[in-house]
């Protein structure tokens, strides 16, 4: 019976095709026989998997006939495991027997290049570290959350330096080639192995991935590019935001070190309730009180929206609990405004005089 390649990656027979890439990754930097624990059995038998399933139409052809459609040891047209492995260390781009190494057009010299730092086409951009988030609680009033605001708050944070904006350079001096990495932004070692000589990569520790450095750094930030310091950050607060919700303020964290990016404000919302409205999503909901005469007889009342007072109807008969619908006086959203909901509670008097229950005693009658 033929080999499983899906088993052997650990993915669904339909599994997309970079989903095949992060199984093979992920498989390959675990069991490399270079890495301690690492098995050169089990790391052929992934990479046998995956020239197949990486592969679109050899998969297909896998998928229609099994794993003995074209296997010639595992590697293919006649390249062997040396072969391999020196196509791996950035042997790239030579003809092993006429087996074309390439995976929909995926280097795997870029792969292992990624996972032990050799390999690759030319040099690499260097990933700088990026700043942290920061998260903070905002409270809003009631009408706040619904109309939206503008917030200032003030944060003890890692900006960027204001006296070298950055470029970790002393103002009005150069900024020279790295002597350590030769402006490459890495620094290359030679490891031997029981596989021979593994050359592998790092990000300059001298110019931190830069390529280059001051000579003279920055004598307020040190040439790290930035400080301490308080900022303040104007945060938009959309209209109709709930108690609760979450904003993301796109690179108001922390400043990376060296020229890194800045991470992210988070800001947790906390919306103070309001005695006089209810908020169900983009409605409102009102209570009135009326008197029983009123509820009986019909007359006009003044309710309290969120844009002011309005005059409201009670017609003749209005029975209490009722609910009067005010169109477009809710929460702003997406698809329009909400609507408001007047919930009439009809008062009955606790105290009536001779005359009142007369009357009411007439009317009983």
Not at 14 to 18: E, P
């Given at each position: 019976m033929g080999k499983d390649y899906y088993k052997i990656l650990g993915i669904e027979k339909?599994?997309?095709?970079?989903e095949v890439k992060r199984a093979f990754r992920k498989l390959a930097h675990e069991h490399h026989p270079d890495k301690a624990g690492g098995n050169e059995a089990k790391f052929k038998e992934i990479n046998e998997a995956y020239q197949v399933l990486g592969n679109e139409q050899k998969r297909k052809q896998y998928d229609q006939f099994g794993a003995?459609?074209?296997q010639q040891g595992g590697f293919g047209g006649g390249m062997n495991w040396d072969d391999f492995m020196k196509?791996?260390?950035?042997?790239?781009g030579q003809d092993f027997g006429g087996?074309?190494?390439?995976?929909n057009?995926?280097?795997l010299s870029d792969i292992f290049g990624d996972l032990f730092g050799f390999g690759g086409s030319g040099r690499r951009g260097t990933k700088k570290r990026g700043g942290d988030n920061i998260q903070i609680d905002?409270?809003?009033e009631f009408k706040e959350a619904?109309?939206?605001?503008?917030?200032?708050?003030?944060?003890?944070k890692t900006t960027r330096c204001d006296h070298c904006r950055g470029n970790l350079a002393e103002p009005g001096t150069k900024i020279a080639t790295c002597s350590t990495c030769g402006g490459q932004g890495r620094v290359a070692k030679v490891q031997q192995t029981f596989f021979g000589a593994f050359q592998t990569a790092a990000t300059c520790p001298n110019c931190h991935g830069e390529g280059k450095r001051p000579e003279v750094a920055c004598s307020k930030c040190r040439g790290q590019g930035v400080m301490k310091q308080k900022e303040t950050v104007e945060i938009n607060i959309p209209a109709g935001v709930e108690d609760g919700m979450t904003l993301q303020v796109s690179g108001k964290g922390n400043v990376g070190l060296y020229g890194g990016r800045a991470g992210n404000l988070y800001v947790n919302l906390h919306v103070r309730a309001d005695s006089r409205f209810e908020r169900d999503a983009d409605d409102i909901y009102v209570k009135a009180k009326i008197a029983f005469t009123q509820a009986i007889l019909g007359d006009k009342i003044d309710i309290e929206t969120l844009d002011g007072v309005v005059s409201l109807k009670i017609p003749e008969a209005t029975q209490p609990g009722t609910q009067f619908r005010l169109?477009?006086?809710g929460v702003p959203g997406n698809n329009g405004r909400g609507d408001m909901y007047v919930i009439v509670e009809v008062v009955i008097p606790t105290k009536l005089s001779r005359r009142q229950r007369q009357l009411l005693e007439g009317f009983n009658e």
């Open positions: 339909g599994a997309s095709a970079d003995t459609f074209d196509y791996a260390r950035g042997g790239g087996f074309n190494f390439n995976f057009g995926m280097d905002l409270t809003l619904i109309f939206g605001a503008q917030k200032s708050v003030e944060l003890y169109r477009e006086k």
